[in-house]
């Protein structure tokens, strides 16, 4: 049985969430094909069949799924879920809204937020904020997954040559409307998608404080801007700032902690970045145990000086 990956995409690109989620297909066994449902998503699932490893995009394209509701979505995956032993969702908002929809009406259990593929039946999961791994074995006879997109590989987004096919859109389901959105318009990279993340702890002080040390630092660096969660719930940075088990989960190449002191659900968010580097005049901040470079200094000074040199 072949593995199925339910795409993020905004109806022209492919969001990167989805090559992580093939990556994780891809070791579940067996073919790895994509669904595309959205509406005038033609560029989206050109971008599908071109990643290295998937060998069918199914492509179902209407109104129905242009705004891309739960329960339209899922049941356009419920009318191809028989064909598949796994369907793999990105750990992502939009994934999260739809797998939970379709294990109930599969009546199966789901399993959330695996970090490995150990054999196809048997998973890996972070549980406790991190700080203990379960292995959960599925005897379902098909598997609804979400994906930790920071536990796997992305898969490279060219040099496939997948077959791209014409699917039945389904009808809308009447159970819920669309009303409108409200969308954020960034200068920087998004934050689960940066390369480089520059986050402030509650140490910042204030909003101004944040924008005057730790803007200018992105800005070198060509970074997002991240933060704990005590620093937004001090209404120092924006909701969509946020790091951590209740924020964010994040792996960016290079994470910098600013006035951080390293709290467990923070930790849980940024931990598997590959570079952490930590600025706090507290030796005994838990931060310093996960960064790889640690400079204990006022951020106030030390911040500065670093921009000055970059």
């Given amino acids: 049985m072949a593995a199925l990956v339910i795409a993020e995409h905004d109806h022209g690109t492919l969001k990167p969430a989805t090559l992580n989620t093939v990556t994780a297909a891809a070791a579940c066994g067996g073919d790895v094909h994509v669904l595309v449902a959205g509406q005038n998503a033609a560029g989206a699932a050109k971008a599908a069949a071109a990643i290295t490893g998937v060998a069918k995009v199914l492509h179902a394209d ?6 891309q509701l739960a329960e339209n979505v899922a049941a356009q995956v419920l009318a191809v879920a028989k064909s598949y032993s796994h369907l ?5 908002a939009h994934g999260k809204n739809v797998a939970p929809r379709v294990a ?16 196809p039946d048997t998973f890996e999961r972070p549980i406790y904020a991190g700080n203990a791994i379960a292995t959960v074995q599925s005897a ?3 598997k609804v997954i979400t994906v930790r997109t920071t536990g796997f590989d992305a898969a490279a987004a ?22 409108g959105a409200e969308i954020v318009k960034l200068d920087r990279p998004e934050l689960t998608a940066a390369k480089i993340i520059v986050s402030g702890g509650r140490a910042m002080g204030s909003s101004d404080k944040f924008t005057e040390v730790l803007t200018p630092l992105a800005d070198k660096l060509g970074a997002a801007l991240g933060a704990s969660r005590a620093a937004v719930d001090a209404g120092y940075a924006p909701n969509d700032w946020q790091v951590g088990q209740t924020g964010k989960i994040v792996a960016p190449q290079l994470y910098i902690a600013c006035g951080i002191s390293g709290a467990i659900q923070h930790l849980a968010g940024m931990k598997d970045s590959k570079v ?26 030390a911040v500065p000086e670093l921009v000055s040199k970059l």
Avoid: M, R
């Avoid at 209407?62 to 705004?67: I, N, R, T």
């Avoid at 793999?88 to 992502?92: C, D, K, R, Y």
């Avoid at 096919?165 to 809308?172: G, M, N, R, Y």
């Fill in 62 to 67: 209407g109104a129905s799924l242009g705004e």
């Fill in 276 to 301: 952490i580097v930590a600025i706090n005049k507290d030796p005994e901040a838990p931060i310093f145990s996960v960064a790889d470079y640690g400079l204990e200094a006022d951020l106030f000074t």
């Fill in 140 to 142: 379902d006879a098909t």
């Fill in 158 to 179: 060219s040099g496939g040559s997948a077959a791209v096919e014409s699917i039945e859109p389904v009808a809308d389901s009447g159970l819920s409307s669309f009303v």
């Fill in 88 to 92: 793999l969702f990105p750990a992502t």
């Fill in 104 to 119: 109930a009406l599969l009546d199966v259990a789901q399993v959330s937020d695996i970090t490995k593929v150990v054999s």
